[in-house]
């Protein structure tokens, strides 16, 4: 089963990346940090003009914080990720010297970042083998039979990484969160062409 859902994910994505947009590393952690309940195209939106006006961490150490929300308040909670944006760019100036560092400590430390955020940087920047578990990820997974219904979201990762060969885990994490965002939706997947669906949960049950 784990071979075949391998192959078809190789065959549907084989060149999967993050859709979020960044240039820096410092980028990527606030965007992905941005990203909590809201979707990626929003994202990138608001990021497009955050980044553009402050271009360095420098600036976004500075910035005024009325100024962040005006920006950012497409994407909702934007008062709390705003300082959050601050906080985060005067932590990075302050102890490494504005580089993101491969340290899940000092990263989860940050305002607003958690495991999900960190293994998304982990494994874009560092090649680290870890999957971060959104909505996405824990809906395929579920459907697919590698979790429970019921388990959380670091059950799910232990059993993907468990199931999965190491090697593969930062190429499947984009491949099953683009799986989950453009075929196995939430709403109306596209389960009639899906060569999985004789594995699927969610379609046996009909």
């Known amino acids: 089963m784990i071979q075949e859902i391998i192959n078809y994910l190789d065959k549907l994505f084989p060149n999967p990346k993050c859709e979020l947009e960044y240039e820096k590393d410092y980028e990527l952690l606030i965007a992905v940090m941005l990203s909590a309940q809201t979707t990626d195209k929003r994202v990138n939106m608001v990021t497009r003009v955050l980044f553009k006006k402050y271009d360095s961490l420098d600036k976004l150490s500075n910035a005024d914080i009325n100024d962040i929300i005006e920006i950012i308040k497409p994407i909702g909670t934007f008062n709390k990720k705003a300082n959050n944006i601050i906080s985060i760019a005067k932590s990075l100036v302050n102890d490494k010297k ?83 965002r453009y075929h196995c939706k939430a709403k109306k997947p596209l389960c009639e062409n899906c060569e999985l669906k004789n594995i699927c949960k969610e379609k046996k049950k009909g």
């Open 98 to 180: 504005g580089i993101v560092p491969n340290d899940r400590q000092y990263l989860e430390s940050l305002n607003g970042v958690g495991r999900k955020t960190t293994n998304v940087v982990l494994s874009n920047l560092y090649n680290v083998p870890c999957i971060a578990v959104d909505t996405h990820v824990s809906r395929v997974s579920k459907r697919l039979g590698i979790a429970s219904t019921n388990d959380d979201v670091l059950t799910i990762e232990e059993k993907l990484n468990k199931k999965f060969p190491k090697n593969a885990l930062t190429r499947l994490h984009h491949q099953l969160v683009l799986f989950g």
